[in-house]
Structure formats: C-alpha cells, structure tokens
C-alpha cells in the first residue's frame, strides 16, 4: 500500500514538473512571438526537426541580407506553422506529458456540440444506402454532388479560424445547400463526377479505383468527410479510400490517429441507431483494408506542396497511385498555390506548380486571402459588396486539376 502510494506521488510529482517546464517553453514561445524575436533553430529531436532547420536556411536566403527571418516579417504559412511545431516541441520533450494533445478538448466539444447535424447526416446517409443499388447514373450523380457539397461547408466547423468559439454545426447540413450554390465560386463537381465514372469503367475488371482525402478538420467536418469516404465505396465509383491526417496537432482543429479512430469509436458507441450504424461500417473498412489511415510528417512541415516531390517523395510516389486526391481545407489550399497573392484570375494549375502527382480537388471554404481561377471580374465584383469575402467562410470553391 505504502509503496503505491509512493509510486503515485512520484508520477505525480513528474507531473507536475513536466507540466511547469511545457508551461515555460510556451510563455517563451509567447514572448518570442510578440516581440518579433528572429525565428530559432529547432533544438529537439523529433523526426522533422533537421528539415525545419534547412527550412529555416532557406527562409534566410530568401530574406537576402533584410535581417532574420522573423515573426512579423517573415511569410505568414512559414512562421504559423513554426508556431505549431514549438507547441509541439514543448510538450514532445516533457514525459509523462510529450503525447498530450493541448487541442483535444477543443475537438472533443466540437463534436459533441454537432451532434444534432451528426444524428441528420447519420441518418439521412443510412437512408440512401437502404436503396443506393437502384439508383441510376443521374440519381447517383446528384447523391455525390450533396454530398460533396456536405464536405466542403464542413470546412466551416474549424477551430483556429474561430479561435475556438462557435465553429460547431448546429443544423441539419443538408437543408441548406440549395441556398449556398451562389457561394461556390468555383464549382468542378461535374469533372468530378465524369472522372470517378470513367475511372470505374476503366478499372472494371483489372486495378482499383484509389482515392484519396487529405483531411483538415476533426469534429464535423471529419464526420462529413467519413460519409462521403463511405458513398464513393458504397456506390462503387471507388474501391478504396485513403485518409491523410496529421501526425502532430497541428491549426487547433486539424485531425490525427487518435482524432480518427476516437471519432469512429464515438459514432459507434452512440446511443442513436444510424449513427452508430455509421460507425460499426467505417470500423468495419478499416478492418477490411478499404479504409486507410495515414500520416506523414510532411503535412506538418511549412513547405508547399510543389515541394513534395523533393522532400517526400515517398508520399509523392504514394499519391500518384490514386485516382483522386481530395483536399480539404484552407492551408491545404495555401499549400497547393504556394500561398501566394495571385492574380484571381490565374489557372489553378499554373498556381500548384507543377504539383500534381494525381488528379486533384480542393474543397475549401475561404478563410486567407488566396484564391485562382475565378473569372475575369468576378472576385472584384465581390470584393466590391464584401470587403471580407475571402476571410469569413461564407464563400466556397471546388476546383479541380486534371493529372500533368
Ligand atoms: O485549413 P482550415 O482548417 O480550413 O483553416 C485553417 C485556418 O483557419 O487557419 C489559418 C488561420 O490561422 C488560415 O489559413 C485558415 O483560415
Ligand atoms: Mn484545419
């Protein structure tokens, strides 16, 4: 007894010490950053922490000889992820805390406060299963086209866009998405739809039809993300999907393993019948290897994407087996156009440059100020009537890029 109760005051004693210095490498993160103090090497010993430091090279070639880079001079993608990755520095090195996750609660009540949109998607996406075998091509077509449509205002429910207040979906998703059509600015849902049927005629009989989520958001958005994962398979446009999520938390909301697993667990466990009919399925594809969850360090590195085939190009290799990448969310969008000031009019595939190891789709509501491939005119004419269009979410786009 005597010993156990020792053994628990020494754990608890390491606690709280591990806490006391994660709490003081934050406040001098905090410091750092308000006083625009130059960015730092890292000093821990995660996988990634060499390639930050060539990162970090580079940022000071980039700034030729104007000092260091810095808080408030260097690009905004650059130090915001830097800022993700101290966080994670400061924990990573402090056992018995290193795998505590200072967003989880954040995530935990963004589900939960969604449930009700949870229980209406649920239960809708059960419904349409009941007959989806009867359903013909123009009547499957719709389906996707809701429910990608489901997808892409998801990506409103995120975290660091609402400093964690009120980023939760209180109603039905569905019941609204007549009314956002004016909002999607860029709307490629029909080559979508062509690509997904012509690749499953071609792969008829031979290959696999692979496509691919990179994923953002936990909470709602992950939940619309698992229902449309389960249409494309339940439909057959495809045989296998494969999510990519983060491997550290990462813009407060964004979704890891556990946020994964622990949201099909949730669904499962549910105390509702389509809801957790929903979660034995996708539990269901996992186990049956048509679901599959990934990670990779490079999606928490401050590199865009065009790099990817340079620093990763293990994942470069592994995307161009898919027949679709989906990517969600608004830094995957500043990722894929370098996050750079474009002219709106630009082609989004002259912004991804030359990034496109597969045919590729962003469903990304906008919340930074980057956006290609609207018509001549038409952001202007926006811009015009609501100075905020590209910062408040409330505007869309799902735009597409074929294969090089
Ligand atoms: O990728 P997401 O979840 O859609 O958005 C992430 C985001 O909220 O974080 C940044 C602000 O910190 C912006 O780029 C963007 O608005
Ligand atoms: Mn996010």
């Not at 410091?31 to 940022?59: G, S």
């Not at 739809?193 to 792969?203: H, P, Q």
Request: glycine fraction near 4%; include cysteine; charged fraction near 25%.
């Amino acid at each position: 007894m005597f010993r156990i109760g020792t053994f628990v005051l020494h754990l608890f004693q390491k606690g709280v010490e591990a806490e006391k210095r994660a709490i003081s490498l934050l406040s001098k993160l905090r410091n750092e950053l308000q006083t625009d103090k130059p960015v730092t090497p890292l000093e821990d010993e995660l996988p990634d922490a060499a390639l930050w430091n060539q990162h970090l090279d580079y940022q000071r070639n980039l700034s030729n000889g104007n000092g260091e880079p810095s808080w408030f001079q260097s690009p905004w993608l650059y130090v915001e992820c830097y800022m993700y990755r101290r966080i994670q520095a400061a924990l990573a090195q402090n056992p018995p805390i290193d795998n505590f996750d200072v967003f989880n609660e954040g995530k935990v009540q963004n589900f939960f406060e969604s449930q009700e949109a949870v229980i209406a998607l649920c239960t809708y996406f059960q419904e349409l299963l009941k007959n989806i075998k009867d359903l013909d091509e123009k009547q499957l077509q719709e389906e996707l086209f809701k429910l990608l449509q489901v997808s892409l205002w998801g990506n409103k429910c995120d975290l660091s866009f609402s400093a964690g207040e009120g980023s939760s979906q209180k109603s039905s998703p569905l019941l609204s998405l007549e009314n956002l059509i004016p909002y999607i600015l860029v709307n490629d849902m029909e080559k979508l739809w062509s690509l997904l049927v012509n690749a499953k005629k071609r792969n008829a009989e031979e290959s696999n039809v692979r496509v691919d989520i990179i994923l953002d958001n936990a909470g709602f958005e992950l939940v619309t993300d698992f229902v449309l994962a389960d249409f494309l398979l339940s439909s057959k446009l495809a045989d296998e999907v494969h999510f990519h999520g983060k491997s550290i938390p990462w813009y407060v909301s964004d979704t890891t393993k556990r946020d994964f697993n622990w949201t099909i667990k949730q669904l499962q466990s549910a105390n509702h019948m389509w809801m957790s009919r929903c979660g034995i399925n996708w539990e269901g594809n996992l186990k049956k290897g048509v679901w599959v969850y990934r990670d990779h360090m490079f999606w928490t590195l401050p590199h865009d994407f065009s790099s990817m085939a340079e620093v990763a190009p293990d994942l470069y290799a592994d995307l161009q087996k898919s027949s679709l990448l989906l990517f969600k969310g608004d830094l995957n969008y500043r990722k894929l156009t370098g996050d750079k000031k474009w002219e709106y009019t630009v082609p989004f595939h002259q912004a991804l440059n030359k990034f496109r190891p597969a045919p590729l789709c962003s469903l990304r509501t906008l919340k930074s100020d980057t956006q290609v491939g609207l018509k001549p005119g038409q952001g202007e004419q926006i811009q015009a009537s609501e100075p905020e269009w590209m910062i408040s979410g409330k505007y869309g786009v799902v735009q597409f890029a074929a294969a090089l």
